[in-house]
């Protein structure tokens, strides 16, 4: 089975550090100014690497997030890294690539930071007080607060749907599962479908359907 601390969304990493403290809405703030500087103010290596270095300080010194923590998180997207960083290469220059894949990945570790020191309840009370306000034009923000819930929610459970689909192949003695589309495809869709259904049940029964 995938180990949560390898699933997205699925690691929260206790702490009292100034990060944790801090509200989930002003972290999310940061955040979306850092994304937003970076991509447009750095365009160069040095300066991007600079920025990792600086995010990744703030991960182990500031937040004393353990880097181990960090790198299994970092695990999943490293391959689209490299696969994006070479296709940079060969279509611009290799100096290009190194700055974007830089970027790239002080972004992910500062969204990743995030995550670590904030519990998904306190994020999601955070989007909701955020667009409480909007009710009043007839944005359906409870709707929507349930929507990024169950998102949220759901994401780490289908990561952790997919290890056990694996695990059973494996457990079986096949060790082709992960290259036959139909072996691996077909319980993942039907167990993912199940999962949708008991959803829906469990949210008509309390009456989010209304």
């Known amino acids: ?27 999310m703030l940061v955040l979306a100014v850092y ?10 290596w040095q ?3 600079g920025c990792l270095a600086a995010v990744l300080a703030l991960v182990t010194l500031v937040a004393r997030v353990p880097l181990r923590a960090l790198v299994r998180q970092l695990t999943g997207v490293l391959p689209v890294l490299i696969g994006v960083g070479l296709l940079l290469w060969w279509r611009t220059s290799g100096t290009a690539a190194l700055t974007t894949v830089l970027v790239l ?17 306190a ?27 169950l998102t949220l929610r759901l994401i ?3 990561v952790q749907m997919v290890g056990e689909v694996l695990d059973a192949r494996k457990a079986r003695g096949s060790r082709s599962a992960g290259l036959s589309p139909v ?28």
């Open 1 to 27: 089975m995938i180990s949560p601390s390898r699933v997205p969304l699925g690691l929260y990493v206790p702490g009292t550090s100034i990060v944790h403290r801090a509200s989930p809405g002003a972290k």
């Open 35 to 44: 994304l937003v500087s970076t991509a447009v103010f750095v365009n160069t």
């Open 47 to 49: 300066v991007a690497l």
């Open 105 to 121: 990945l002080s972004s992910i570790t500062a969204a990743l930071l995030v995550t670590l020191t904030t519990r998904v309840a």
């Open 123 to 149: 994020m999601m009370d955070s989007f909701d007080r955020a667009l409480r306000p909007c009710a009043r034009f007839g944005l359906p923000v409870d709707q929507i607060s349930l929507a990024l819930t």
């Open 156 to 158: 780490p459970m289908q």
């Open 183 to 210: 072996a691996f495809g077909v319980p993942v869709i039907v167990r993912t479908i199940l999962r949708a259904r008991g959803v829906a049940d469990a949210l008509r029964a309390r009456g989010a359907a209304d």
